[in-house]
């Protein structure tokens, strides 16, 4: 089928690990290639499994205490780049941009941070931003990419893989899309009420 796609190198960047070791043996059953950051690539080859740092694939390192890591057009364009799209191929390769076909995230806990009455600046800090971008991006691209954005969506990954291989249609990639801009507006509407309360 024309709208199957295979999934080939992940990008993996969570907050929560739990529930992630089932997708990670399934990816790597079917060849598929890891790239991640931090925490995330020290639990993935903890696990025994090769795992590209994607500071190798920008040559940037995390800066700015963690704040930016995977906001770079290597990274960047290897999710948004329309596979059919000629002017698109012909960048990545001019630019040695990688394609990634599966983007696994999960933003950092602001609410519960909120709740659990954390001062100010320690609230701040858990405004993810790098997250927030690969969800937008991975669900706009959803005709070429897979979107798993946040652990609730794990299950269906988990079923999909088992059930097909690394190779996903279009109508389960348009669904994780529309679940990944669920959270993304969730989160959103969240830190927006606590802005409000907070300045008044």
Known sequence: MADTKKIKTALISVFHKDGLEDILKELDKEGVKFLSTGGTQSFIEGLGYDCQKVEDVTTYPSILGGRVKTLHPKIFGGILARRDNEGDQRQMKEFD????????????????????????????????????????AGAKNFKDVVIIPSKHEYGELLDILKKNGAETTLDERRHFAERAFGVSSHYDTAIHAWFEKSGK
Do not use: H, M
Request: negative net charge; hydrophobic residues 50%; glycine residues 8%.
């Open 97 to 136: 941009i990688p394609a990634i076909d599966l983007v696994i995230v999960d933003l950092y806990p602001f609410e519960e941070t909120v709740a659990s009455g954390a001062a100010e600046q320690d609230i701040i800090e858990k405004i993810d931003i790098g997250g927030i971008s690969l969800i937008r």
